[in-house]
């Protein structure tokens, strides 16, 4: 089992930054992919960025790009989310998602097998 604890959530004005921080602890040497995942209100939860345990590869959605960086800690078991230029529309509660597949598609949340409990972040206009 993996658990991941998600914290750096919080109230931002627009423009502002924030990062978050996802804690795996566990079997941690099963994880070979890290992702963040947000849900806003009233929609479906979306892909945002996604890192290999490695730290080599990374992966974002169109409307992560240029704004948000995901990393990991090498020398720990944390995942980072530095986000950037923030806009009222990434207002939602970020998940952390780990994964022990090794072939999958980054940006579905269903290859997902570990969820955190969440961190809500609100950019205020």
């Known amino acids: 089992q993996v658990q991941l604890v998600e914290s750096g959530g919080g109230l931002v004005q627009a423009g502002g930054s924030l990062r978050l921080s996802c804690a795996a602890s566990?079997?941690?040497?099963?994880?070979?992919?890290v992702g963040w995942f947000r849900q806003a209100p009233g929609k479906e939860r979306e892909f945002v960025a996604a890192i290999r345990w490695s730290g080599v590869t990374t992966y974002y959605a169109d409307t992560a790009k240029g704004r948000f960086t995901i990393s990991r800690d090498s020398a720990g078991n944390t995942v980072y989310l530095q986000m950037n230029s923030l806009k009222p529309e990434d207002t939602a509660v970020y998940f952390c998602?780990?994964?022990?597949?090794?072939?999958?598609?980054?940006?579905?949340?269903?290859?997902?097998?570990?969820w955190g409990q969440g961190a809500p972040v609100i950019v205020s206009s």
């Open positions: 566990g079997r941690t040497f099963s994880i070979t992919t």
């Open positions: 998602a780990a994964t022990t597949l090794s072939r999958f598609g980054v940006s579905a949340s269903s290859n997902y097998d570990y």
